[in-house]
């Protein structure tokens, strides 16, 4: 059955560590937590550094076999250079309820929705 309608969000968690986010997908008014590890979005402070994280979650269509979220995290430290890395992560669903963790995006799929928080932008 094809998608009518789908959205991704990146919401701010009201408990625990500050900046953390959660990734919602909403697929045709059915709205689903996809349960990827602990994501920073924003300003955070570490060892007296400040840190800049930013979070972009898109969403791909692959037909009969199913949707793919990728969460890219981004992260540098204000002032020192040479301290930035990069995180991906990558969940499938058969149903947009239920989400696994895969190795990688496989070719092929149609980029539907995407969000992005954080300090800047991928």
């Known amino acids: 059955m094809p998608i009518r309608s789908a959205t991704i969000e ?8 500050p900046s953390t986010v959660h990734v919602f ?3 045709d008014g059915e709205r689903a937590r996809v349960k990827v590890p602990r994501v920073v979005a924003g300003t955070a402070r ?7 994280h930013v979070v972009r979650a ?3 269509d692959f ?4 949707l793919v979220v990728v969460v ?3 992260w540098r430290a ?3 250079e040479g301290r930035r890395g990069l995180e991906q992560s990558v969940w499938a669903s058969r149903d947009g309820r239920s989400w696994a963790s895969v190795d990688a995006l496989e070719p092929g799929g149609t980029p539907i929705a995407w969000a992005e928080a ?5």
Do not use: M, Q
């Not at 990146?10 to 560590?17: A, C, K, R, S, Y």
């Open 118 to 122: 954080g300090a800047g932008s991928l």
């Open 58 to 60: 898109e969403l791909f």
């Open 46 to 52: 570490d060892d007296g550094r400040t840190i800049e």
């Open 63 to 66: 037909g009969a076999r199913g």
């Open 72 to 74: 890219k995290h981004a």
């Open 78 to 80: 204000r002032g020192l």
């Open 25 to 27: 997908v909403t697929i």
């Open 10 to 17: 990146l919401v701010p968690v009201t408990e625990g560590p």
